[in-house]
């Protein structure tokens, strides 16, 4: 089973940046999806950004501050976070939907800790 293991997270002063990184325990096959979730104390996982075949997507609430990239060919996901606010405190979770032998598999990150301090 692929582990997906996410480096960069920690505490960061508002307006600071930050690079996360999420790379997979081995090649993976066909992803056709990479992505970055977050889930802050008390609230539910949501979206923060994914890339398909170049294309990104963005919530509102990141977009113009935060940048994801994708290698597929070293199953590796990156997320540049600039302009950092309180609001970005959150647990980062990465995720790669990728082929596997019976179809597609959601791979997912164990969570990296995000703080933001005033």
């Known amino acids: 089973q692929v582990q997906l293991v996410e480096s960069g997270g920690g505490l960061v002063q508002a307006g600071g940046s930050l690079r996360l990184s999420c790379a997979a325990s081995r090649s993976l096959f066909s992803i056709s999806v990479m992505g970055w979730y977050r889930q802050a104390p008390g609230k539910q996982r949501e979206l923060v950004a994914t890339i398909t075949d170049g294309n990104t997507n963005y919530a509102e609430s990141v977009k113009g501050r935060f940048t994801i990239s994708g290698d597929n060919a070293r199953s590796t996901v990156y997320l540049q976070m600039n302009s950092m606010g309180l609001e970005d405190t959150a647990v980062y979770f990465c995720?790669?939907?990728?082929?596997?032998?019976?179809?597609?598999?959601?791979?997912w990150g164990q969570g990296t800790q995000v703080t933001v301090s005033s």
């Open positions: 995720y790669i939907r990728h082929r596997g032998t019976w179809g597609p598999i959601n791979s």
